[in-house]
T-cell receptor
Framework: KQEVTQIPAALSVPEGENLVLNCSFT??????LQWFRQDPGKGLTSLLL?????REQTSGRLNASLDKSSGRSTLYIAASQPGDSATYLC?????????FGAGTRLTVKP | ETGVTQSPTHLIKTRGQQVTLRCSSQ?????VSWYQQALGQGPQFIFQ???????GRGNFPPRFSGLQFPNYSSELNVNALELDDSALYLC???????????FGDGTRLSIL
């Protein structure tokens, strides 16, 4: 059974810092891994999707990497801004379903 | 291009009642998935529909059922509501299982 873990559960940084969010999964037989952002009381906004054959994806200040063999992904956020404050969720799609981690709650202080 | 829309945004029910939640897929998407998100947790997969057929199901009892219509909109039905069913219910559409999923803002269901 696929399990997805995100560390840390919460993170607080000053504005301008670069930061890394971690995601690990137990079964490497995945189709893809997706990073989402969720603002309080809202749905999920897709940030980056990495197919199983890819190593990384970049969008603006965000870079996501995937190491399938070790069951790990990282989301790198450069030059963080207060508007980046949200919960970040990773999810893997395998043969059965899409399984999410519990998320990392990020606070960027001005 | 319209995104995924869900209705209603909030709903209050009592134990034992039945509820229907609705989702309109993003234009061009033929796959819809439903998730339950309890407070402080990640979403849990309920089931997925592809071209009106159930295409995968998570660990939820049969009182959770769904439908997908020819226009690819979808419903989630929950019978015999329990207190633990209180959660945010999210719908996501995509153009295939391995394609990016686009989420609606969810329906907040509270069971009293």
């Amino acid at each position: 059974k696929q399990e997805v873990t995100q560390i840390p559960a919460a993170l607080s940084v000053p504005e301008g810092e670069n930061l890394v969010l971690n995601c690990s999964f137990t079964d490497s037989a995945i189709y893809n891994l997706q990073w989402f952002r969720q603002d309080p009381g809202k749905g999920l906004t897709s940030l980056l999707l990495i197919q199983s054959s890819q190593r990384e994806q970049t969008s603006g200040r965000l870079n996501a990497s995937l190491d399938k063999s070790s069951g790990r992904s990282t989301l790198y956020i450069a030059a963080s801004q207060p508007g980046d404050s949200a919960t970040y969720l990773c999810a893997v799609v395998d043969n059965n379903d899409m399984r999410f981690g519990a998320g990392t709650r990020l606070t960027v202080k001005p | 291009e319209t995104g995924v829309t869900q209705s209603p945004t909030h709903l209050i029910k009592t134990r034992g009642q039945q509820v229907t939640l609705r989702c309109s897929s993003q234009s061009g998407h033929n796959t819809v998935s439903w998730y339950q998100q309890a407070l402080g947790q990640g979403p849990q997969f309920i089931f997925q529909y592809y071209r009106e057929e159930e295409n995968g199901r998570g660990n939820f009892p049969p009182r959770f059922s769904g439908l997908q219509f020819p226009n690819y909109s979808s419903e989630l039905n929950v019978n015999a509501l329990e207190l633990d069913d209180s959660a945010l219910y999210l719908c996501a559409s995509s153009s295939g299982r391995a394609q990016p999923q686009h989420f609606g803002d969810g329906t907040r269901l509270s069971i009293l």
